[in-house]
């Protein structure tokens, strides 16, 4: 069975603070994606990658970062995480040109 | 640019009744169809999927949908739904050659005994 795990369900952090958000998947899949989900918006692409250590922007780059060191596993990073970050955040993953398949998501405040 | 409109916010239906969501794509290609269910709380769950072929596509928990290349339309429809059903449905379409996908902004399904 498909199986893409993200290192938290639910996480508080403060104003300012670096946060990290780790996904993996145990199909070696080659394109993994990260999500941010908001009522009344939908999904919306924050980053991609294709490869390891190969990234592309989505549609909301801003504030965030990305790693990809190892083809199971893409992070997320908040550099200095603000109030409008406050967001529910899901990680896919992908074997090209097929079904993306989701994480269980992380809900993260910031307060 | 590539859209996916999912013109009802908020179904109501009773258990047991017919139920059919509604999604619009804009793209010039043919495009390669997606519908997601997320329960609350939880990560999205692949419903079905087109990419070609027979136009009606058959998916899992007794769901299906029919592609109208005409009507720019990807329905979602199940004869009869069941208390479990409830839950938020988005239509998705892949957009690009890196297989990205473009989200509807979901229909949150309701269903009332």
């Known amino acids: 069975d498909v199986k893409v795990t993200q290192s938290s369900r639910y996480l508080v952090k403060r104003t300012g603070e670096k946060v990290f958000l780790e996904c993996v998947q145990d199909?070696?899949?080659?394109?993994m994606f990260w999500y941010r989900q908001d009522p009344g918006l939908g999904l919306r692409l924050i980053y991609f990658?294709?490869?390891?250590?190969?990234?592309e922007k989505g549609d909301i780059p801003e504030g965030y970062s990305v790693s990809r060191e190892k083809k199971e596993r893409f992070s997320l990073i908040l550099e200095s995480a603000s109030t409008n970050q406050t967001s529910m955040y899901l990680c896919?993953?992908?074997?090209?040109?097929?079904?993306?398949?989701f994480g269980p998501g992380t809900r993260l405040t910031v307060l | 640019a590539q859209s996916v409109t999912q013109p009802d916010i908020h179904i109501t239906v009773s258990e047991g009744a017919s139920l059919e969501l509604r999604c619009n794509y804009s793209y010039g290609a043919t495009p390669y169809l997606f519908w997601y269910v997320q329960s609350p709380g939880q990560g999205l769950q692949l419903l079905l999927k087109y990419f070609s072929g027979d136009t009606l596509v058959q998916g899992i928990k007794g769901f299906e949908a029919e592609f109208k290349r005409s009507q720019s339309s990807f329905n979602l429809r199940k004869p009869s739904v069941h208390w479990s059903d409830a839950a938020e449905y988005f239509c998705?379409?892949?957009?690009?050659?890196?297989?990205?996908?473009?989200f509807g902004t979901g229909t949150r399904l309701q269903v009332t005994l």
């Open positions: 990658s294709y490869d390891v250590k190969m990234k």
């Open positions: 998705a379409v892949v957009t690009g050659t890196a297989s990205k996908l473009t």
């Open positions: 199909m070696d899949h080659e394109n």
């Open positions: 896919a993953s992908q074997f090209i040109p097929d079904t993306q398949y």
